[in-house]
């Protein structure tokens, strides 16, 4: 078994690390399709360019189907309109 005692020196008293996040947000790579009855892999597509953030959208790669969407306020495209 593995020695876990670096692992938990890590964690703060609610468990959580103390160290900065490893990740700022999460990137869609399956989501479930109702079309197809499944959890596929997505394509993302820019869709809006908005005042609050730049607008994605998840499609099916089976079949085209909407699957999801996203906001994203860091997105590069947002960057040039806060200006």
Known sequence: MKDMSSYFSNL???GGSNRQADFDEFEAMELYCP???QAVAV???LLLILPE???YEY???NC???VGDKLDKSGQF???IKR
């Open 12 to 14: 703060g008293p609610r």
């Open 35 to 37: 079309k197809c009855g």
């Open 43 to 45: 394509r993302k597509s």
């Open 53 to 55: 953030g730049d607008k």
């Open 59 to 61: 499609r099916c790669q």
């Open 64 to 66: 085209g189907t909407p």
């Open 78 to 80: 947002y960057t040039l």
